[in-house]
């Protein structure tokens, strides 16, 4: 079973769009829960952490749900630089991040 | 703004040759990592290192794997014997503590011929 799963997409939208990304984690043990992108060839970067509480940063939503051990991540009003690969990232015991396999989003004009 | 650099970009070796990737973590933290990316596929934890040694690895980072703080600056990732299989982006990351953000480097891509 794998850790973090994701949907792989792609997803293509147009600009203005709202688009939705989820995950799922096997282990109820997890701990702290990230959204990070990765542009083609690049090393990933944080794009915001995720709180049982929600948290959103601008355009962006991220939610919790420990009990269902979902995490999603919400884009409003997408632009065209918002395409890249969206990496779900789980840690459990220690500081290693473990990541999901991404979900491609593609936004056109 | 401090960033994680790594040399070099791009390496290319033969099979069972060793190869050390080099890295420079941000001067104040206290963290480091190596996570690698094979091609299409997922970021996977590799090794964290912290106060000189090693802190957490995975299954991956076998005996042909080694890390090392040779100085107050840099961090290194050896393989000692590499195979086909090693072909892959590595990345470092440093972080000021345990559970803060991991901010990565650019990477270095590693061929194995």
């Known amino acids: 079973r794998k850790e973090v799963e994701q949907d792989p997409g792609p997803f293509n939208v147009p600009e203005g769009a709202t688009v939705a990304f989820n995950c799922t984690y096997s282990?109820?043990?997890?701990?702290?829960f990230f959204w990070y992108r990765q542009d083609c060839r690049k090393e990933p970067k944080l794009l915001m952490s995720?709180?049982?509480s929600g948290n959103e940063d601008g355009r962006f939503t991220a939610q919790l749900n420990r009990a269902s051990q979902y995490i999603s991540l919400l884009i409003r009003d997408s632009k065209l630089s918002d395409s890249a690969t969206y990496l779900c990232?789980?840690?459990?015991?220690?500081?290693?991040?473990?990541f999901g396999k991404g979900t491609t989003l593609s936004v056109s004009s | 703004e401090p960033e994680v650099t790594q040399t070099p970009s791009h390496q290319v070796t033969q099979m069972g040759q060793e190869v050390i990737l080099r890295c420079v973590p941000i001067?104040?933290?206290?963290?480091f990592y190596w996570y690698r990316q094979i091609l299409g596929q997922k970021v996977e934890f590799l090794v964290s290192?912290?106060?000189?040694?090693?802190?957490?690895k995975s299954e991956i980072f076998d005996d042909q794997f080694s890390v090392e703080r040779p100085d107050g600056s840099n961090f290194t990732l050896k393989i000692r014997s590499t195979k086909l299989e090693d072909s892959a982006m590595y990345f470092c990351?440093?972080?000021?503590?345990?559970?803060?953000?991991?901010?990565f480097g650019p990477g270095t891509r590693l061929t194995v011929l």
């Open positions: 001067s104040n933290h206290l963290y």
């Open positions: 995720v709180y049982s």
């Open positions: 990351a440093s972080s000021r503590g345990g559970p803060d953000e991991q901010f």
């Open positions: 282990n109820s043990a997890s701990q702290s």
């Open positions: 290192f912290y106060n000189n040694e090693i802190s957490e």
């Open positions: 990232v789980v840690t459990q015991a220690g500081t290693a991040l473990i």
